[in-house]
């Protein structure tokens, strides 16, 4: 017997939680339903696919391989139900987004699609790179604001709408002296921002410091505070976040680092096309939504 996609979906989320219970949870059934339900898969299989005693979960090498499978068939399912749909404006979508772009664009952005297509339902996702990349995958966000360049997988497509520049900032009485060892303040691993910044700037490891900050504006605050110095987008700058921090200076030449602001979808996705259309008003979004500030 062919196995059942919700099967299928059991088995994704006990490789996620890697635990019966909270991946019961997730699927919102009983553990007991669940571990059923990855039985039934095993039996339709005819092969073990998950190793079990009371206290640990661990996939056969088949299991792995067979989660890798199950999570590009839901994909597809996913991608044929979208295209499905009798109007991609009129539809519901979930966008996903990262966190140095959404407090800049999302507002504006939002109010055009309400102005432009008000037929069409948005839900957002605020999350890193690479959890992004994961939900795509996953099928469980239909694309997402990013910011490029970045490795991406195979099966993903980007689209670029735009340039940001990345500029330095500094406390007014350190700003003229050379990035010190341990003073480069950088967001937390898994925001693309300290990839791009560290990547484009010929940064060594020992300049950068061993504090990490969770976003822009718990960074502008610890330059403030003189603890080091960084590197932030212009839209950021545009947007006004240093308004309140008189001693920070920013450098004016915003035109030798820059990152490019796009969208990323499915290579097999049905509406890559519209996705395309309604990423372009990212390009109003970014210009109206910095005029008061510029």
Known sequence: MSPSLKNLQYLIELHKAQHFTKAAKASFVSPSTLSAGIVKLEQDLQVQLVERDNKHV?????GENIVKRAISIISEVNDLTESAKINFFES??????IPTISTYLLPKFLSNIESIHP???VIFKEDTSNNLIKLLEQAKIDFAIFALPYEMPDFIESYKIFEDSICFIGHKDSYNSPIKDKSLLLLEEGHCLRSHILQSNSISSNQVSE??????????AM????????FIPKMALEFGVLRQYDNIIADSR???VKRDIGVIYRKNSAHKENIQKLAKLLISSFKAGFNKFI
């Open 58 to 62: 661990s996939f056969t090498l088949v």
């Open 92 to 97: 519901e979508l979930s966008i996903g987004v």
């Open 119 to 121: 037929q069409l339902k």
């Open 211 to 220: 504090y990490s900050c969770s976003s822009i504006s718990t960074l502008v």
């Open 223 to 230: 330059v403030n505070m003189k603890v080091g110095v960084s």
């Open 254 to 256: 915003c035109d030798k």
